[in-house]
Each structure stands twice: as C-alpha cells, then as structure tokens.
C-alpha cells in the first residue's frame, strides 16, 4: 500500500492501493492566443481552426475527414497533414501546448482522500461548488461561470482542511481556477 505524500508530514490519509497510486487526473486551462489572433502560421489556414465540443484547437478539415473516411483512407489521404498539425499545436503560440495552466491533480486514490477531506471540511451542504468540481472520470470541462465563486470555496477549504494530499489538490485547483478567470476558458478535465 503506498500513502499519500501528506503522511510522512505526520497528516493522516487514507491508504491507497497500488493502482489507485498510479493513475490520476490532469486538468489544463487552453490560452487565448486562438480568440486574440496570435498563433503563429500553421499547415491549415486559419479559417479552418476552432475549438471543438471538448475545449481543444482542431481543424475543420481533418475533422471532418476523420468522419467521413475509414482510417485507411484517411491516413493515406491526411496522414501528412494530421502529422504536421499535431506538431504545430505543440507550438502553435508562445504556450507550450497552447496551455495557459496544466496542473497534474493527482491519482484517483488521492481523489477519494480529497472527497473524504471535502467531506470532513463539511461536505457538499458547506463546499456545494468544492463537492461537485472534480469529474468521475478524465474528460470533460469546468465551466468558467462557476470559477469566482468556486475559488471562494477552495480558499475556504484550503484554510479548514487538516489533510496535506486535500490541501495540495486544493493549491493545484486553485492555479486552475485562477487562470480559468484570467482567461475566461473553461478548466479541461484529462
């Protein structure tokens, strides 16, 4: 059984098993370089970009071929391109990755810590915002309405909790939630 880091601080958590220690959840705040104009010249003009249903810069083009053609085809037909606009999006702008913020959360064991310590701190009735945040699976977004008045329940839950594992999640939420304001882009949930 492995522990959560905040443990060998002398803050107890519970125990997580193996595979809960090794797999996790990563969120991302995209910049604005896309709305403001910024990016730099890509393999597809910029007419063709958007951001699709999940929050990520994608082509117009290479999407719509994805569906219509078998993989095949669409390989033997894209396979450059896709190649060379997956490159582009690694340095489309002056953000690695066109991401403003990236924080790794952490491990689906050290959800069930945080959600334990949500709990603690007086759960979904005193955190409503903190309580229903974290998705249940990757994928997904947190809308940028709920942002300010989310960030007023992390600080509150940053200051009230016990448990070290909670209150780094918290601190990496809480970058999140800032630059999610800033940029008046959603948190994507990966």
Same mark, same amino acid.
């Given at each position: 059984?492995?522990?959560?880091?905040?443990?060998?601080?002398?803050?107890?958590?519970?125990?997580?098993?193996?595979?809960?220690?090794?797999?996790?959840?990563?969120?991302?705040?995209?910049?604005?370089?896309?709305?403001?104009?910024?990016?730099?010249?890509?393999?597809?003009?910029?007419?063709?970009?958007?951001?699709?249903?999940?929050?990520?810069?994608?082509?117009?083009?290479?999407?719509?071929?994805?569906?219509?053609?078998?993989?095949?085809?669409?390989?033997?037909?894209?396979?450059?391109?896709?190649?060379?606009?997956?490159?582009?999006?690694?340095?489309?702008?002056?953000?690695?990755?066109?991401?403003?913020?990236?924080?790794?959360?952490?491990?689906? *064991?050290?959800? *069930?810590?945080?959600?334990?310590?949500?709990?603690?701190?007086?759960?979904?009735?005193?955190?409503?915002?903190?309580?229903?945040?974290?998705?249940?699976?990757?994928?997904?977004?947190?809308?940028?309405?709920?942002?300010?008045?989310?960030?007023?329940?992390?600080?509150?839950?940053?200051?009230?909790?016990?448990?070290?594992?909670?209150?780094?999640?918290?601190?990496?939420?809480?970058?999140?939630?800032?630059?999610?304001?800033?940029?008046?882009?959603?948190?994507?949930?990966?």
């Amino acid at each position: 059984m492995l522990r959560c880091p905040g443990e060998q601080l002398g803050v107890r958590s519970r125990r997580l098993t193996r595979r809960e220690a090794t797999m996790g959840l990563d969120a991302r705040v995209r910049c604005r370089c896309f709305e403001d104009g910024r990016l730099k010249p890509g393999p597809v003009p910029v007419t063709d970009l958007y951001i699709d249903e999940d929050g990520y810069l994608a082509s117009r083009t290479l999407d719509t071929a994805s569906i219509r053609y078998d993989w095949r085809r669409y390989h033997a037909r894209y396979g450059k391109l896709d190649e060379e606009f997956t490159l582009w999006l690694e340095d489309c702008c002056e953000h690695e990755n066109g991401e403003y913020c990236s924080e790794w959360i952490g491990t689906w *064991g050290m959800y *069930g810590v945080f959600q334990d310590a949500v709990e603690e701190a007086g759960g979904k009735e005193v955190l409503p915002l903190l309580g229903h945040m974290l998705p249940t699976a990757n994928g997904g977004q947190y809308p940028v309405e709920k942002t300010e008045a989310t960030l007023v329940e992390v600080e509150q839950f940053i200051r009230i909790t016990r448990d070290e594992c909670a209150r780094g999640m918290a601190y990496s939420l809480q970058r999140l939630l800032l630059a999610s304001l800033e940029t008046r882009n959603p948190i994507l949930w990966c």
